[in-house]
């Protein structure tokens, strides 16, 4: 945050986690900071009417930049308000699908998902912490982790792949069908974890540097219809 600048972060969550924002609002003013305030109401497929209600929050808090905590709905909601506001976005993602590494950001008003691709809508930072990681259960973890190794698959058969890009997408695979079977199996360690949280970051990265096949747009379309 020093080297953004920024000192007021508003804390984005879902309502089933906003422990964790609770437990960053602790922690920020040891580092000479202050939390702007809290947003514990994203959602699925990042409705804008949320957005939006997030967005006016940021601004009446005089907030500087918005750390997103949890899985793919907060960080869309982070993607969000950054894109719109142009304030950094840090995120810690606590599951595996990837989306902090995308470019990419689906929205959803009255049933309609609408997808824009811009570099800016990356975030300025990502943290990946496999303590954020541990109380996720394992059938959140195996649905997040297949959808990240969907990405991969994508990026395989993308017309723009390249050798680079293939290289990293099977690693990604590799990394998540070896370490989601053990964390099924014991969900207490903490070494399979953290490898799927280094699979998640491969599959992410390959998605964002390669173009979306018929499989995503089709996810897209039906995910915003539910």
């Not at 500087?64 to 810690?92: E, F, M, N, Q, Y």
């Amino acid at each position: 945050m020093e080297r953004l600048k920024v000192s007021r972060p508003l804390l984005l969550s879902t309502p089933g986690k906003s422990h964790w924002t609770n437990q960053l609002s602790d922690l920020i003013p040891g580092a000479s900071m202050t939390a702007a305030g809290t947003f514990a109401q994203a959602k699925a497929h990042t409705p804008i009417p949320v957005t939006e209600e997030a967005t006016a929050l940021l601004n009446s808090v005089a907030a500087d930049c918005v750390i997103s905590i949890g899985g793919g709905s907060v960080v869309g909601l982070g993607k969000a308000i950054s894109i719109r506001t142009g304030v950094p976005h840090i995120s810690i993602p606590t599951t595996y699908a990837g989306s902090e590494m995308t470019p990419h950001l689906g929205e959803t008003q009255d049933g309609i998902k609408t997808t824009q691709s811009d570099p800016k809508i990356l975030p300025e930072v990502v943290i990946y912490d496999v303590d954020f990681t541990m109380t996720l259960p394992p059938a959140i973890c195996s649905s997040s982790g297949i959808n990240a190794i969907a990405h991969a698959i994508e990026a395989l058969y993308a017309t723009n792949v390249s050798p680079i890009i293939s290289m990293l997408a099977l690693e990604g695979i590799k990394a998540l069908a070896e370490s989601l079977p053990q964390i099924v199996q014991d969900s207490s360690a903490k070494s399979p974890r953290e490898k799927a949280l280094y699979g998640s970051w491969l599959c992410g990265t390959v998605l964002g540097s390669s173009s979306m096949g018929l499989h995503h747009k089709l996810c897209h379309v039906l995910g915003g219809s539910i």
